[in-house]
């Protein structure tokens, strides 16, 4: 069974920086892409951030481009997002999901991990 | 940036009725790279439909997908108790991913 488990949410003042993390198991893990899509509180679905199988490749929302930092781990099956200056509209519930290679979809889906900055 | 607005915001309807919901694109989009989910309170989003008609693992056969360029649907054919939640659209291209806003499907 496919699972994926986040971490490391909490709560941080504007400006601040927070690492997330998600552990997948399940699946060969180096063969699928993984994402970080986000969802702040009563709102709608928003795509962060993709990283490949291999970890060479990430693409980012513009929104979090240059501030945000996708990087995995395979041997440990782990997955990291790096997170900062920090800012109040990134308060979010962060989920890690698995790919649908080929079809551009997010197959499966931790349970997210909640980030709120503030002060 | 491909936009996504679905419609109707919220749909009431009753158990055993047919639910039709629609999303459009503001250009077209590759219709391999299309998807509905569907979103419970407190629960993460379920993958339902791929590459705009083909049902993932598990959902029932009373979901189905169409569509092609920039309008898409997503229909119910007979609505069960559980099926009362957000579905969420959602497109890849050039590298990036865009929702529509959702669709609260509500009962009446």
């Known amino acids: 069974e496919v699972q994926l488990v986040e971490s490391g949410g909490g709560v941080v003042q504007p400006g601040g920086s927070l690492r997330l993390s998600c552990v997948a198991s399940g699946f060969t893990f180096d063969d699928y892409a993984i994402h970080w899509v986000r969802q702040a509180p009563g709102k709608g679905l928003e795509w962060v951030s993709i990283i490949s199988g291999d970890g060479t490749t990430t693409y980012y929302a513009d929104s979090v481009k240059g501030r945000f930092t996708f990087s995995r781990q395979n041997s440990k099956n782990s997955l990291s997002l790096q997170m900062n200056s920090l800012r109040t509209e990134d308060t979010a519930l962060y989920f890690c999901t698995k790919d649908l290679a080929g079809f551009g979809a997010f197959h499966k889906w931790g349970q997210g991990t909640m980030v709120t900055v503030s002060s | 940036e491909i936009v996504l607005t679905q419609s109707p915001d919220t749909l009431s309807l009753s158990p055993g009725e047919r639910a039709t919901l629609s999303c459009r694109a503001s250009q077209s989009v590759v219709s391999t790279y299309f998807a509905w989910y569907q979103q419970k309170p407190g629960q993460a989003p379920r993958l339902l439909i791929y590459?705009?008609?083909s049902r993932a693992t598990g959902v029932p056969d009373r979901f189905s997908g169409s569509g092609s360029g920039t309008d898409f649907t997503l229909t119910i054919s007979r609505l069960e108790p559980e099926d009362f939640a957000v579905y969420y659209c959602?497109?890849?291209?050039?590298?990036?991913?865009?929702f529509g806003q959702g669709t609260k499907l509500e009962i009446k």
């Open positions: 959602q497109q890849y291209g050039s590298s990036l991913y865009t």
């Open positions: 590459g705009a008609s």
